[in-house]
């Protein structure tokens, strides 16, 4: 067993909570408003029972193997070599997904808040950061999250109920207007982006103690999250409309701009960027430690430990390399990125759920 | 003058981490991380020069772009 420490229900399901929210806070209303205009809402609304079920899978994924990560399940069910291949494929998204969030903090910072850093020096701190949590293990990131999780969701709720004021209902009209194949992608989007990119809780699925209700509350947490995300969506096209949310990089930051109220309470921007960075903190940390488990695990190393300094020293190149601008991450990949969002986290795991199935049939057959 | 910043930087992690796993003749560990550093210190190299690389996504939307040149044929869009 790589990681000693023991993750609580309570703990495993903020975890996922922030996984959920983290990194989609601020983009997730402009890739679906792209995609379904002014119904966007009505597609992250439907969006939310069916990301459950998909979490539902994963959790299901991981009941039928205790005690083994992703690398484990896949080798076991696949034969060595597919098992191998797979799983570089999904400890390569885990090495760009850290990157990407690294590389979006830095972007956000810099365009935004701190307009004369190098970029360097805030991928460098948040490397860091995210470094110094996955070197004190799982323990600490769970109980971190627990403590953490009161801000982020007073800080969402908080942004919604002050644009009350400035809600505009017929920014939603006209209703009828988008065609079906939009709405589809919408749907989709809505699945893939919070609840598909949780798939790095297979790799720390066998560190949770198994309680009861485990599979209930992680189920409900991913549902909170999408929750929370509908909200943000849906505000953000009732005070914005469709066409300033799809074109807004930030969206969620500009709505924070504009909450006056009796020109007293306004300019909370920064408390809401404290909110997305707390909440991205805990997405690329878990991407780090699923990737420095699977490294692990692959290569049946001893501990994973070890391999702290360089995979950071990696996370901080990479940051700088994988996008060569700003809008490449938010507007150019976006496509491609659902694309690979909805092979790893919908057809590879019902793949291996398949294999699992029918194996498990050959063998009654046999018996 | 940052290049060397960097790859000094590279050097002294591995000089942490590498004697432990040499002594304790932990082989595979020695063979993994010390490929892994020297990946890492050649993008931390290029990160800290700000220079040009070809991003990893484009392997990305290499193996996308006939999925989704197909997917926009079926549904017409």
């Known amino acids: 067993m790589l990681e000693q420490g023991r993750l609580g229900t309570r703990q495993l399901a903020t975890l996922t909570f922030m996984m959920v929210i983290g990194d989609m806070m601020l983009i997730y209303p ?11 809402w009505i597609c992250a609304l439907i969006g939310i029972p069916l990301g459950m079920g998909l979490m539902a899978m994963f959790l299901k994924l991981g009941n039928m193997n205790p005690g083994e990560n992703l690398v484990q399940i896949a080798r ?4 060595f070599w597919p098992g191998t291949l797979l799983s570089c494929f999904y400890l390569f998204f885990f090495l760009i997904g850290t990157s990407t969030h690294t590389r979006e903090v830095g972007d956000f910072m810099t365009s935004q808040i701190f307009q004369y850093t190098p970029i360097r020096i805030i991928t460098l701190m948040f490397v860091i950061t995210i470094g110094w949590g996955a070197y004190k293990g799982l323990e600490t990131m769970g109980r971190t ?3 953490l999780l009161p801000i982020v969701i007073v800080f969402i709720l908080v942004l919604s109920f002050c644009l009350l004021p400035k809600v505009d209902v017929s920014n939603l009209k006209p209703v009828t207007d988008t065609d079906t194949v939009s709405i589809m992608q919408g749907i989709l989007v809505s699945i893939i982006y919070p609840v598909g990119e949780t798939i790095p809780i297979l790799m720390i699925l066998p560190y949770t103690a198994r309680q009861a209700h485990r599979t209930r509350d992680v ?17 953000s096209l009732l005070v914005l409309g469709a066409f300033l949310t799809q074109h807004s990089i930030y969206a969620s930051f500009i709505l924070s701009q504009k909450i006056s109220i009796g020109g007293f309470f306004e300019r909370i921007e920064a408390i809401m960027a404290t909110s997305w960075l707390i909440s991205t903190y805990f997405k ?3 991407y780090l430690f699923a990737f420095m488990v699977g490294i692990a695990e692959l290569f049946k190393l001893k501990h994973y430990r070890v391999l702290l300094l360089p995979a950071c020293m990696l996370v901080f190149g990479m940051a700088n390399v994988v ?9 150019t990949i976006v496509p491609y990125w659902v694309d690979w969002d909805t092979t790893l986290g919908i057809l590879l795991p019902g793949l291996l759920m398949l294999v699992m199935v029918f194996k498990k049939r050959i063998k009654s057959i046999s018996n | 003058m ?19 796993l040499i002594r304790r003749k932990e082989w595979k560990e020695t ?9 890492a210190t050649f993008f931390s190299v290029i990160a800290a020069n700000l220079w040009e690389f070809p991003s990893p996504l484009y392997i990305i939307m290499w193996i996308y772009e006939p999925v989704n040149q197909f997917l926009a044929n079926i549904t017409g869009t």
């Open chain 2, 2 to 20: 940052i290049t060397v910043t960097v790859i000094v930087v590279g050097v002294i992690v591995g000089w942490i981490d590498l004697p432990g």
């Open chain 2, 31 to 39: 063979a993994v991380y010390s490929s892994m550093l020297l990946v």
């Open chain 1, 76 to 79: 076991k069910h696949l034969g």
């Open chain 1, 219 to 235: 189920i409900f947490a991913a549902g909170l999250g999408n929750l929370m995300l509908a909200m943000l969506v849906t505000i």
């Open chain 1, 284 to 286: 690329a940390m878990i």
């Open chain 1, 145 to 147: 999250s627990e403590l």
């Open chain 1, 30 to 40: 402009s890739v679906i408003t792209s995609y379904a205009k002014q119904n966007a």
């Open chain 1, 323 to 331: 996008a060569p601008n700003l809008t490449f991450i938010v507007i």
